[in-house]
């Protein structure tokens, strides 16, 4: 290809193709394929490469706590979880029958990591994920209370994710006015798109730390029904994993 029409494609805001057909050139086996085989060759390599790009955009949206966290490379073993039972989560079947996801366990035990892990997972099957502390959500909303409109713009940009992950839910008993404002946001995902929280109670604990009354009951009314427990190890895998990266820093010391 010469720079002529690599220019033209540039100017057609097709670098991208240009990029596939000068992959392509550096193979040498492909001087011997016909020019449909090339032609598909070429579009496999855009297409690939096109997804991977939307991918890549999807994690970084989300705003993940950890963007690198793997379903494959999960340490079921040093987190003493069953590595089936997490396998068919991450299947994502939860996200059609929009079934929300309680991850729950002590600090440390990385329950975030594990959260994260089906974020990025979510990303990888194109859908639209975010990632949010419990209170900087409540946060977002107390800010944008005196303008209506921005809130509920907000509300609704929140609400519309396939997949929403809180963090740190209820490490904080919730005084009515937070309550009302996580009442608002379950309302509008209910039925139509999951959540997954992550924190350090179960949802025995939730009615209290909700305040009571009404207002929690309708709260956990449109959570719990449609909801699958996980529970984290007991371990706790951050003191472990600082030990860890301790040790070799003195190891290095010592070469």
Request: aromatic share 10%; hydrophobic share 35%; proline share 2%.
């Amino acid at each position: 290809m010469n720079a002529y029409t690599k220019k033209r494609l540039c100017e057609l805001k097709l670098s991208d193709l240009a990029k596939a057909i000068e992959y392509q050139e550096m193979d040498l086996s492909a001087g011997s394929l016909s020019f449909e085989e090339r032609l598909d060759q070429i579009l496999s390599i855009l297409i690939q490469d096109r997804e991977n790009a939307f991918i890549k955009r999807l994690i970084k949206n989300a705003h993940l706590k950890y963007p690198e966290a793997s379903v494959d490379t999960l340490d079921c073993e040093a987190r003493q979880i069953d590595r089936n039972s997490f396998l068919h989560i991450a299947k994502l079947g939860f996200i059609e029958s929009t079934t929300n996801i309680i991850v729950t366990g002590p600090s440390g035990s990385g329950k975030t990591y594990l959260a994260c892990s089906l974020g990025v997972e979510a990303c990888k099957h194109g859908f639209r994920t975010f990632y949010i502390r419990t209170t900087d959500l409540l946060r977002n909303f107390e800010n944008q209370r005196e303008n209506l409109r921005e809130l509920k713009r907000y509300q609704r940009r929140i609400s519309n994710y396939p997949v929403l992950i809180l963090d740190e839910w209820l490490a904080h008993k919730l005084p009515e006015r937070d309550a009302k404002w996580i009442y608002e946001l379950m309302e509008m995902r209910s039925g139509i798109h999951p959540t997954i929280f992550v924190g350090q109670y179960s949802s025995d604990a939730w009615h209290d730390r909700l305040g009571s009354g009404t207002l929690a009951d309708a709260i956990m009314d449109r959570i719990i029904h449609n909801s699958y427990p996980f529970t984290a190890s007991e371990t706790n895998l951050r003191k472990i994993y600082d030990e860890q990266k301790l040790k070799k820093l003195l190891d290095s010391f010592d070469d």
